[in-house]
């Protein structure tokens, strides 16, 4: 049974920086993408970055372009989400998941497996 876990949330003020990691287990990953949601309290849950796990090609939303890496690591089967410049608005429970396919996805509904979720808070 695939079974992600999110782990690395917290408080952190503005500025200031967070490691999210995704601990992937039940099967082999590498011909999957995996990626990072996250939802703000009272809105839509939204994509923040992808990874193909075998090349680790990746595709990053607007938001979060230039302040957020993805990595992964594959002896591990550990995806990586280091994010840095943090602001207030990132303030979010963020998600990570798995799709079937190598192929890079950006909507909710192309991911197969998810995990529980960790909270990312950033004070002002």
């Known amino acids: 049974q695939v079974q992600l876990v999110e782990s690395g949330g917290g408080l952190v003020q503005a500025g200031g920086s967070l490691r999210l990691s995704c601990a992937a287990s039940g099967r082999t990953f590498s011909n999957n993408a995996m990626g990072w949601f996250r939802q703000a309290p009272g809105k839509e849950r939204e994509f923040v970055v992808a990874i193909n796990w075998n090349r680790g090609t990746t595709y990053y939303s607007d938001p979060v372009k230039g302040r957020f890496t993805v990595s992964r690591d594959n002896a591990k089967n550990t995806v990586y989400l280091q994010m840095n410049s943090l602001k207030p608005e990132d303030t979010a429970v963020y998600y990570c998941?798995?799709?079937?396919?190598?192929?890079?996805?950006?909507?909710?509904?192309?991911?197969?497996?998810w995990g529980q979720g960790t909270q990312v808070t950033v004070s002002s």
């Open positions: 998941a798995a799709r079937r396919t190598t192929i890079l996805g950006d909507q909710e509904s192309m991911y197969d497996y």
